[in-house]
């Protein structure tokens, strides 16, 4: 069958994206889509068809993990480009991006930055309660509401005819899950697990507690199950990009990287929501949103709100007062207002609170706006930091073992209270999960003040530097995808399809 890819069911993107980094960067910041964290893009195969001209460089690198590329010989030709020291037979040659880079195997280190793609392969699963679940402490109240729970988390998506993902923490004793996008394909196994990007999970509990007043899992997995056919998996109206790179490997198209960016975590997003915070006693969202001398703050108060110019005589909107005017522009878009700006002197001072409601409606996913909801605990912490604080844990406990041996044997009177320090200290053991949360919100602006917020700083911010957002671009897309997914559960529900 060949390697047979199992995608995001909410979002229709790969769990194993690749980037290949650009000179200066650390060596953790370039990895393949095929090989997982531990692969980087070989400097040999079909995909070098970069040129020096296109400032091809070459690092030498040894693998982490098995690889079935020879040693390209041939690229010892190309020696003096190589950066790095001390190669011997075990090294391998990596291809890293020049500007112009043409290598498909990953998104290009010069078009996105590894932050931006933070989380871009972590994964997540539901999967169903078995007669023996028991509640557990760290349950959200949502699973222990509905007929399924999470499991840990993973990095790496196998094919799958190969092998199902490798799960950390085990929760729930869950370390593998039979996880595929397409259910039917497993008719004949046990219950099959919806895989997800943490990410596009925490866009799905916004929408569905907006939508619903709660987290309906319910409902979600029974979407997931009714439409699990290929053909219904394969026609979901995924944005048209989607289909284009979702071929047998996902293809890491120029100009399409927003697609493997962090829709939570997005470095350019924050510095505007921030400096859009207005700490000043004096900022009033009824003040003007536009510097003009002549029309000092006329939304503070209705006295003198009619203009008597002779202006207005000739202006049907200048006649009107300003809370009129108001009610007008309360019924239209940005793009109605800036041209009845243009045509009437009656609109061209607006107040702040009015991009407020602008960007609520034009821009229904830019959370911060409307909701206080801090991200999904799951989005601020990686498998590989997982994986490493458990090896850290297992070590000590071994060390632990052998020391308490030597105790016995050699001290035996402090036997006891040694135990009793081991224990205090297991207990003490921090929180990795809350601990890498707490990290995240003490950086992360993910709720604005309404009073003190300037709306049209912020709206105008990120219109200007939209091409600079490519998180909000994909948070765009996948909102929409879960929108979509919303109405079809509503609409199972009401043919009573969905479980209870
Ligand atoms: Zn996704
Ligand atoms: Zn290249």
Redesign the pocket.
């Known amino acids: 069958m060949g390697y047979s890819e199992v995608r995001?069911r909410?979002?229709g993107?790969s769990f194993n994206i690749g980037r290949i980094r650009r000179p200066g960067e650390p060596q953790s910041e370039g990895w393949t889509s095929v090989t997982g964290p531990d692969g980087f893009a070989l400097a040999s195969g079909k995909y070098t068809s970069c040129t020096i001209e296109d400032g091809y460089q070459i690092a030498v690198r040894k693998p982490k993990c098995w690889m079935e590329h020879e040693r390209d010989e041939a690229l010892i030709n190309l020696v003096d480009n190589v950066e790095g020291e001390d190669e011997d037979d075990s090294d391998y040659y990596e291809h890293v991006a020049g500007p112009n880079c043409k290598n498909e195997s990953g998104y290009k280190g010069y078009l996105i930055t590894a932050k931006e793609m933070k989380g871009c392969n972590t994964l997540q699963c539901l999967v169903r309660k078995g007669s023996n679940w028991r509640p557990e402490p760290d349950d959200q109240d949502f699973e222990l509401q509905n007929n399924y729970f999470l499991t840990g988390i993973s990095d790496h998506m196998p094919s799958r005819d190969i092998d199902s993902p490798k799960l950390i923490p085990a929760r729930h004793g869950v370390d593998r899950a039979q996880a595929d996008d397409i259910p039917c394909i497993h008719m004949y196994d046990n219950e099959v697990a919806m895989p997800?990007?943490t990410?596009?999970f925490d866009i799905f509990m916004r929408l569905s507690r907006l939508r619903f007043g709660h987290i309906d899992i319910n409902g979600l997995m029974s979407w997931y199950n009714l439409e699990g056919e290929w053909l219904s998996v394969g026609t979901f109206p995924h944005d048209p990009n989607v289909r284009r790179s979702a071929s047998q490997w996902w293809e890491h198209k120029t100009g399409l990287e927003y697609l493997a960016t962090n829709p939570i975590f997005i470095p350019r997003l924050g510095p505007s929501l921030r400096s859009a915070i207005q700490d000043s006693p004096s900022f009033n969202t009824r003040a003007g949103a536009f510097s003009l001398p002549e029309f000092p703050s006329i939304y503070r108060s209705s006295s003198n709100s009619r203009t008597t110019s002779s202006e207005a005589s000739q202006d049907f909107f200048q006649a009107l007062p300003v809370e009129l005017r108001m009610e007008v522009i309360g019924y239209l878009g940005s793009k109605e207002i800036a041209n009845l700006r243009l045509a009437t002197r009656a609109f061209r001072q607006l107040p702040i609170y009015l991009w407020h409601r602008l960007l609520r409606e034009e821009m229904p996913w830019l959370w911060e706006v409307w909701s206080n909801d801090v991200p999904y605990i799951w989005t601020t912490i990686s498998a590989a930091s997982l994986k490493e604080e458990k090896a850290a844990r297992e070590a000590i406990d071994q060390e632990l073992t052998t020391l308490r041996t030597v105790i016995r044997q050699e001290i035996p009177e402090m036997v006891e209270a040694w135990i009793q320090a081991e224990q205090d200290l297991v207990a003490g053991r921090p929180n990795s999960l809350l601990d890498s949360q707490a990290a995240a919100l003490k950086t992360l602006v993910y709720s604005l003040p309404v009073a003190n917020t300037n709306w049209y700083q912020l709206y105008t911010d990120i219109t200007r530097h939209w091409s600079d957002l490519k998180g909000l671009h994909n948070r765009r897309r996948?909102w929409k995808a879960v929108e979509e997914i919303i109405r079809r559960i509503r609409m199972y529900r009401e043919q009573g399809k969905v479980e209870d």
Do not use: E, G, K, N
């Open positions: 995001c909410l979002c993107v997800f990007h990410a596009c996948i």
